[in-house]
């Protein structure tokens, strides 16, 4: 009888399950009924990381590097080749993924002036009323204390990548030494293994620190990459001509990428704003792996500094800096993404478990010269997203619609039986998953950008994409339009807003920005008028 109590007690409480007619008693005997006849309900396993963009990820590009444990979900699964976020930047896109919201609406629109607000209806609150487990471990970067799981433990802020701290349910800080991803995957494992009833189903939210700035590497992994010279993007000395807010940011290369911080360049003398902070994170290290990754760093920084380069050997040489490090660190998120599949197999969950791999957005490889993200551009909007499908989802190879990251939290909850509420804006993926095609889907998506003046200084902007073009609006202390063909113009180098020919293609993306902000209630052109 605890059973029951424990799950079926949980399930009637979704409306999902409750009967049309009957006493309480004819509820529970149906309910109990229900319960033994049910197909039981599948698991769900969410990988998140930060800033890993599909160029980098084999199953999407094979220019750079490979990822064979990334590319077995893929394999296995689906491989969605439109998809993207509603706000490219780690908290908001979090807060998107945990409410099934745009930022306006769940009220986390940026990491410089925002605490998401816990009360507030989650996906994980929802499982958990339907009776799921559910655990998130690693990066959580809302501010405020997790809300709606059984179990957490978590990285403060940004995390580190060598003995980090993680944050537990009792609020008390511990260090844990290792490699921030391996540890991460560690305390996942144990959560399945050890703390988690195994007749319940569950949700685990696996959210890895990799690959964001700092690319700090496995010391195993320091000379992997060193004799690889990637290849240049072909944008890599864009002069963002006819855009105002591309050639305002401060996200290049070769001007904003710090010598010291970004590509490990330290010397004893090294006074760049962000050396002390560099010094930091590496002095985490205990002294006999310092040592070691010093003496990896030191004939590169001596090198470096005798060449003294300029101009465009320095970007270029930066690029392969940045390029090798971003790679190393992605290594070992493939591995553990490998842990984390062999243990599913090995204890045969995997025909019942959805296992998804994404990230919080994409990521500058170079692209326009850039690193870092913001941007409503393609490298950025844009974010990779595998599934590998349980037994009863059909679907196999690439998913070719428009879905947007407010999508998780729908589908998951219709994976699992539950009422999607009427409230948030995203939609199911679970027809796409079954291999269906609707004819009904949607054709454009709305992408809003708050936080600015802040770092890298990307304008604020909202925009429309649809299948082949993309309008974006600049605002606050800039008003720039711009207007792009994907098709013809897939890098988004030419903006066409206010050319001759594309004024029907204007008017009509005007139109569905215009009910995309309405359907979601986005008050900001409202805003602006009233400031005008």
Not at 9 to 23: D, K, M, Q, R, V
Not at 103 to 128: C, I, R, W
Not at 257 to 281: E, G, Q
Not at 423 to 439: F, I, K, N, T, Y
Request: proline residues 5%.
């Amino acid at each position: 009888m605890k059973l029951f109590s424990q799950t079926v007690l949980c399930s009637l409480a979704g409306a999902a399950f409750l009967p049309a007619t009957g006493n309480a008693t004819d509820a529970i005997a149906r309910g109990l009924a229900d319960e033994e006849n049910r197909p039981q309900r599948y698991n769900i396993v969410y990988i998140m990381t930060d800033d890993h963009t599909a160029q980098m990820m084999s199953c999407y590009d094979r220019r750079h590097i490979e990822t064979p444990n990334l590319d077995r979900i893929a394999a296995d699964g689906v491989r969605f080749v439109n998809s993207f976020v509603a706000n490219s930047i780690s908290g908001p896109s979090r807060a998107c993924m945990l409410t099934g919201k745009h930022s306006h609406a769940n009220g986390f629109v940026s990491n410089e002036s925002s605490v998401f607000d816990g009360s507030q209806q989650t996906m994980p609150k929802l499982l958990q009323a339907a009776g799921y487990q559910t655990a998130i471990v690693g990066k959580w970067h809302l501010i405020s204390t997790p809300t709606g799981f059984d179990y957490w433990e978590i990285l403060p802020g940004q995390g580190d990548y060598y003995n980090p701290s993680f944050i537990q349910m009792d609020n008390k800080r511990v260090v844990r030494k290792g490699y921030v991803t391996n540890i991460i995957t560690d305390l996942s494992l144990d959560w399945l293994e050890n703390k988690r009833d195994p007749d319940k189903p569950f949700c685990l939210f696996i959210h890895h620190k990799a690959v964001h700035r700092d690319w700090l590497p496995e010391l195993k992994y320091l000379s992997l990459y060193e004799d690889k010279t990637f290849a240049l993007p072909e944008t890599f000395y864009d002069t963002y001509e006819g855009r105002k807010a591309a050639a305002a940011q401060k996200m290049s290369i070769l001007k904003d990428m710090d010598i010291v911080y970004d590509t490990k360049m330290h010397l004893p003398d090294s006074n760049t704003p962000l050396a002390a902070t560099y010094r930091a994170l590496i002095s985490r290290l205990d002294p006999a792996d310092r040592k070691r990754y010093e003496e990896f760093y030191r004939p590169i920084t001596e090198e470096f500094y005798r060449r003294n380069l300029k101009g465009k050997e320095l970007a270029e040489w930066k690029y392969q800096r940045y390029m090798r490090d971003y790679a190393k660190v992605v290594k070992s998120l493939d591995d553990n993404v490998g842990r984390v599949l062999d243990y599913l197999e090995k204890k045969g969950m995997l025909d019942n478990t959805l296992v998804v791999y994404t990230s919080d957005q994409g990521f500058y490889m170079g692209e326009h010269g850039w690193f870092d993200k913001r941007f409503m551009y393609e490298e950025s909007m844009s974010t990779p997203l595998v599934m590998r499908l349980p037994k009863g989802l059909n679907a196999r190879g690439d998913i070719r619609q428009l879905v947007q990251n407010i999508d998780y939290a729908p589908t998951f909850l219709d994976l699992a039986g539950v009422p999607i509420p009427a409230d948030m804006h995203g939609v199911s993926l679970l027809p796409l998953l079954r291999g269906e095609q609707p004819a009904d889907w949607r054709k454009s998506l709305y992408y809003h950008f708050y936080e600015y003046p802040a770092e890298h200084m990307v304008k604020r902007h909202y925009g429309v994409r649809t299948e082949r073009y993309k309008l974006i609006h600049f605002y606050n202390d800039i008003d720039a339009w711009e207007l792009y063909d994907l098709e013809s113009d897939p890098h988004e180098m030419h903006n066409l807003y206010g050319t001759p020919g594309y004024e029907q293609v204007t008017t009509d993306l005007l139109q569905e920005l215009h009910r995309l902000q309405e359907q979601y209630a986005d008050p900001i052109e409202t805003e602006l008028q009233k400031k005008q």
